[in-house]
């Protein structure tokens, strides 16, 4: 064991080297700062849209909430994430392509169906109302 | 016969060691995990689109939730992920006791954000809002409670980082473990934009 990690630590310095930047990525002091006042802006401008109630409609709203949403998950993964095509020779972007087409078809796909289901359901009499569990 | 004499002397090295990057594949696979906990999120944010406005009669969004709590909640969140990179940061440099430091304030804000959880649910149970009452509730309570059990189990791994790094210092071991806590850390915030956006904001919201 001890022989094990004497190599790796002898290894190391060069390790680190000819990895640099690459693995997983590493940010700096301004790049953290440049995220976290993107999300502290992104987070305020919804929360005070919702509880200030100050536009009217509320489809908009909820279009500019969830719109917003998306522009600061975007920030976070590129900020603190430091997503890029480099990082892992670019598997990881793949990795995440591939799931936010999956999470987009199971998001889409269950809201459609199930919204269709609903719509075609048979009306409810006054009968089926009073004998409903 | 002189060439086998001058290796025997030199210290083996094996192909292996060249072969494998065994801090670079972690990393590839820690995120596929993630990826995969996404989808476990996505069916529950799916979940709770479909059942969302289903409320039985009972209490709605707007009834029951504090945005003001909330808010804080995900201040505390926020906090902890610039936290998270400054203990990042500190690492870089090899600095023991900083990087210590600052996992210990990412720790008390995930606490923090624990216990106001915490205290929401307790108060939504006590007045009767429980996950059984409406399918509205139920969705309501698995995606926060799944989202808030990742953040304990995050806590726990990191107070172990934290007792494994001054005990053994800022090895290559230990870097691995808290660059793959770093994407885990960052990764529930991310999840946590989902949450008070389309459950919360859009909640009351109505």
């Given at each position: 064991m001890?022989?094990?990690?004497?190599?790796?630590?002898?290894?190391?310095?060069?390790?680190?080297?000819?990895?640099?930047?690459?693995?997983?990525?590493?940010?700096?002091?301004?790049s953290y700062?440049?995220?976290f006042i993107l999300s502290v802006i992104l987070t305020a401008i919804p929360f005070w849209l919702v509880m200030g109630g100050v536009l009217d409609n509320k489809l908009l709203t909820a279009v500019i909430v969830m719109g917003i949403g998306v522009v600061q998950i975007v920030v976070h993964v590129i900020y603190f994430l430091h997503m890029n095509a480099r990082s892992e020779g670019g598997w990881t972007l793949m990795a995440l392509i591939f799931t936010i087409v999956i999470v987009g078809i199971a998001l889409a796909g269950s809201l459609w169906v199930m919204h269709h289901l609903n719509t075609n359901m048979m009306p409810m009499t006054h009968e089926m109302m009073k004998n409903m569990p | 016969m002189n060439e086998t004499q001058v290796q025997e002397n030199e210290k083996p090295q094996f192909y292996l060691t060249e072969e494998q990057h065994p801090e670079h594949s972690t990393?590839?696979?820690?995120?596929?995990?993630?990826?995969?906990?996404?989808?476990?999120?996505?069916?529950?944010?799916?979940?709770?689109g479909v059942v969302g406005r289903n409320y039985a009669a009972g209490p709605s969004p707007a009834d029951l939730f504090d945005l003001s709590l909330v808010a804080f909640?995900?201040?505390?969140?926020?906090?902890?992920?610039?936290?998270?990179?400054?203990?990042?940061?500190?690492?870089?440099?090899?600095?023991?006791?900083?990087?210590l430091f600052w996992l210990g304030v990412t720790g008390v804000f995930g606490a923090t954000f624990l216990a106001v959880e915490l205290y929401e649910f307790y108060h939504l149970i006590h007045e009767g809002a429980g996950p059984t009452?409406?399918?509205?509730?139920?969705?309501?309570?698995?995606?926060?409670?799944?989202?808030?059990?990742?953040?304990?189990?995050?806590?726990i791994w990191l107070i172990t980082l934290m007792v494994q790094v001054s005990k053994h210092g800022l090895i290559p071991d230990n870097r691995r473990r808290l660059m793959c806590l770093s994407m885990f850390w960052h990764f529930l915030d991310v999840v946590w934009i989902g949450v008070f956006s389309f459950v919360y904001l859009l909640g009351v919201l109505g």
């Open positions: 001890s022989a094990h990690s004497d190599h790796e630590s002898a290894f190391e310095p060069h390790h680190a080297h000819s990895h640099h930047g690459d693995a997983a990525g590493h940010g700096s002091f301004k700062m440049t995220g | 990393m590839l696979g820690f995120w596929l995990y993630l990826m995969s906990d996404c989808l476990i999120f996505a069916v529950l944010f799916a979940t709770h909640n995900t201040a505390m969140l926020l906090l902890s992920s610039i936290t998270y990179g400054f203990a990042m940061l500190q690492m870089e440099r090899n600095a023991k006791m900083e990087t009452r409406s399918a509205f509730l139920s969705s309501f309570f698995t995606l926060v409670g799944t989202h808030g059990l990742h953040v304990t189990f995050g806590t």
